[in-house]
């Protein structure tokens, strides 16, 4: 009975977004887990709640390890930092199973549906949400000004508010035919999200019409939110986007668990609504999809419950006939787990990259990244999820590593 001896939480504080977790076992095997923002929160959950309960279980046990921390007394039923903490121990622990029985992930889970997965290039900068949860702030900024400049060929956000017509064409010829921008993001900071002007309206709707214009149908583009919006204002984007045959609209309300709200919408734009990374558990999912309220299901799976929670959300989502497509801008780690689970689930769509993180911190922290050639993100072949922290990691002077053991 393989038992896990150590709970061993990193995180950097020049990445403070970023938690990392390993979970060891006395068969001498490391699974690796990763969670995304808040990071010194779910440190402390684990290390103050989950952690003397986790050392001494039977790490084959994932179901009733993710049952048991899926529901806390507090914090279920959304993102908490109880669902984050429980979602990069689930990752870790698929990453063990595999580790075990020499076989990848989306083998464990019950094989791969597809050899290949297209990709496409969320169009961030370098370190784009790396070292800040606030709007606005750090290397979160959603408002580029004028004094800003490229720190390389791959900073998309300032690129796609330059002259978005130049980075589709960049981005297909690297392979990548579809991308997501985000030029209304600014014009809800001046508003607070209630209302858009009309003038504000044909500024963001100008990027849309240069990629149109600059290589046609050859791309698809897809509109990200971020929750910013009040319905009133929602509608009028939506509404104004389906000029330009956009893919999708993603978390285009400030409150995506908002059913009622969202059906409004849906009901009154033809641009298709994809939601949402920000929610979590399988019961919101269903709950969401009963309502008919999505055309495109997004997970993020360092905050829905992990693989785990995630294999039954795509479940549900199939039995809807929808697609899904996990979410990355977020770490390394939880690439490659939503990418196993994209392979995997039969309903699986894209998978979410940015090659500004993969060209650069993405492949300082961790030893492999994913093979992505013509667009497509090639099947994994190492044991789990394929992937471990570089040894320098621990090594830096900014890391904080706590351990939990019996």
Known sequence: MPIITKVRTIRLKDFSNI????????????????????????????????????????????????????????GFHSASAEVRA????????????????????????????????????????????????SYDSNSSRRVIGTQ?????????????????????????SEGYRVMKIWPFDPY?????????????????LEPFR?????????????????SLWSLPAAIQICQALEEYHIFWAEDALCKMDDIQSLQSLRNKTR?????????????????????????????????????????????????YNLPVAPHDCTGPVLLWSGLHLA??????????????????????MVDELPVIQDGMAQLPTRPGLGVNLKPEVKQRPDAVIRETTC
């Open 271 to 319: 641009t298709p609504i994809c939601g949402s990374e920000t929610l979590a558990t399988s019961v919101t999912f269903r709950q969401m999809l009963s309502a008919g309220v999505f055309d495109y299901v997004m997970i993020d799976l360092g905050w829905c419950g992990g693989l785990t929670e995630g294999r039954k959300i795509a479940n549900l989502a199939e039995s």
């Open 86 to 133: 429980a979602s990069a121990i689930d990752i870790a622990l698929w990453d063990l199973h595999g580790k075990r029985y020499g076989i990848p992930v989306y083998e464990a889970l019950g094989g791969a549906c597809r050899s290949s997965i297209q990709v496409y290039n969320t169009c961030s900068g370098y370190s784009y949400n790396a070292s800040s949860s």
């Open 188 to 204: 809800a900071a001046k508003t607070k999200g209630v209302w858009i002007s009309r003038e504000d309206l044909k500024k963001g």
């Open 19 to 74: 938690l990392w977790v390993e979970l060891e076992t006395d068969e001498g095997l490391t699974g690796l887990g990763e969670v995304w923002r808040g990071s010194a929160a779910v440190e402390a959950v684990i290390h103050n709640e989950i952690g003397k309960w986790l050392v001494g279980q039977d790490s084959r046990q994932i179901e009733y390890i993710s049952r048991t921390l899926m529901t806390p007394y507090v």
């Open 343 to 364: 392979l995997h689930a039969s309903n699986g769509m894209f998978q979410e990259v940015v090659r500004a993180n993969l060209a650069s911190w993405y492949k300082d």
């Open 148 to 172: 800003d400049e490229m720190r390389g060929p791959y900073d998309d956000q300032i690129a796609f508010n330059r002259d978005a017509g130049v980075l589709a064409k960049s981005l297909l």
């Open 210 to 226: 240069k990629i149109r214009e600059a290589v046609g149908d050859q791309m698809e583009v897809m509109c990200e939110l971020h």
